[in-house]
């Protein structure tokens, strides 16, 4: 290899190790260049205060390979973009969950705060407490406004006399005819 490098036109081993300085004194050069800009780009994702920044970008400009290994072991776990979208999820959740407490327990269809009964699936919702006799969902374990055990949800469903008060009674459930004739039977199908 020796002999390589010494036979290059007025080439000495002297001449040609500098060469080789040179060139891993770019290379070097190049990656501590890179670390820097990776480092800019890096904490701008994460954070939008200045002082930790110039921080970070000053700590690897200084210390090159040791000052971003300490870098990545102290820089914010997420991305400013990823801090949004966990927030967008969290109040999508949150939203989901305002819109069920404003739905029907049997059916899911929303419905208002106030509705005693569901109007689509007829599911009671709420029943008056035995004791202040205010509204209480029957989902609920005891009264919020006097702390009284609820009793047990009623597994009946409502009748003509239960309706809520200002409110239509249920219409009539209608009862099957009376069946008085055998229903005609049907020829069998021939076999094959």
């Known amino acids: 290899m020796t002999e390589f490098l010494v036979s290059w036109p007025e080439g000495d081993l002297g001449s040609a190790l500098k060469l080789v300085a040179l060139v891993l004194l770019a290379y070097g050069l190049v990656l501590w260049l890179s670390a820097i800009v990776w480092v800019y780009r890096d904490i701008r994702s994460r954070t ?37 979208e966990r927030s967008l999820e969290a109040e999508a959740i949150l939203h989901e969950l305002q819109l069920t407490a404003n739905a029907c327990q049997s059916c899911r269809r929303p419905i208002e705060d106030d509705f005693v009964v569901c109007p689509y699936c007829r ?25 009284v055990e609820r009793v047990a949800a009623r597994t009946q469903p409502l009748q003509p006399a239960q309706a809520p008060e200002g409110g239509d009674m249920l219409p009539p459930r209608r009862r099957a005819a009376p ?14």
């Not at 930790?52 to 400013?80: D, H």
């Not at 069946?179 to 094959?192: G, I």
């Open 48 to 84: 939008t205060d200045q002082t930790s920044q110039v921080i970070a970008v000053v700590l690897v400009a200084v210390f090159n390979l040791p000052g971003l290994i300490v870098y990545l072991v102290i820089r914010p776990q997420s991305t400013m973009s990823d801090a949004y």
């Open 179 to 192: 069946q008085t004739a055998e229903p005609p039977s049907r020829p069998r199908a021939a076999r094959r």
């Open 123 to 147: 599911t009671t919702l709420r029943e008056p407490c035995r004791n202040c006799g205010r509204a209480v969902r029957t989902s609920w374990a005891a009264c919020p406004y006097c702390a």
